[in-house]
């Protein structure tokens, strides 16, 4: 690219016989004139290739989050909803306390153990329904599992669910998160592994799930 600009400059700016008036201002404007001209080429052409360049290595803006193509969702009508209305609170709130009260599954102890007492008690199912549990595995990370309450199904592998205590630090944690994407990745599709988007706004690891335990009738119809 050098040597092209090189010989360019070389090309424009080599002397070159004119017949102009041996003195007086007439022959120093007829040099200065052509010098401008050529000087103006040369600016233009350089214009010209740097945006080329601009254009060609400039990234596309990425409107949604860049691993698994889910949308800000900021926008999501929630249906009129079977979740159960929760009283603002300053205290530290752990996952369970909230999920069980809004969405009327009366299940206590920690969230791993909840799948099993649910158990010929409330239906249990691999699909999201507005206002079931989604209810996490335990696992190294996770030493007492997570529950968290369907508030919206986007689509077969997207939902939008409200939790408590899923922060990373002293300002999130103990804190209730609304309208929070989750996806699956589940090969069959049935919501046995789920990656649920944090306070920084990304998704974090892949969590194995028990599924989903679904509100018992009288709350759904109630609401």
């Not at 990425?62 to 909803?81: I, W």
């Amino acid at each position: 690219m050098i040597g092209f600009f090189g010989v360019l400059r070389k090309r424009l700016f080599k002397t070159r016989r004119v017949t102009v008036p041996e003195s007086g201002p007439f022959k120093s404007s007829c040099l200065l004139g052509e010098y401008r001209m050529r000087l103006a080429v040369v600016i233009g052409f350089c214009m010209l290739v740097s945006g080329c360049f601009a254009s060609a290595s400039t990234p596309k803006p990425n409107s949604g989050l860049e691993s698994d193509g889910v949308s800000t969702v900021t926008n999501v009508s929630l249906p009129s909803s079977r979740l159960l209305p929760f009283a603002p609170t300053d205290e530290f709130l752990q996952c369970v306390p909230y999920a069980r009260a809004v969405s009327g599954i009366e299940i206590y102890g920690d969230a791993w153990t909840w799948w099993d007492q649910a158990k010929n008690i409330y239906n249990r199912g691999k699909k999201p329904e507005v206002g079931a549990v989604l209810a996490l595995k335990k696992t190294s990370r996770l030493k007492y599992g997570h529950v968290a309450v369907v508030a919206a199904i986007l689509d077969s592998r997207k939902i939008m669910v409200n939790h408590a205590n899923w922060g990373s630090d002293s300002r999130t944690r103990g804190k209730v998160h609304y309208r929070q994407p989750v996806v699956d990745v589940s090969p069959n599709n049935d919501w046995s592994e789920v990656r649920m988007m944090n306070t920084i706004g990304t998704f974090g690891r892949v969590y194995p799930a028990h599924g989903f335990i679904y509100q018992p009738r009288e709350t759904a119809e109630v609401q």
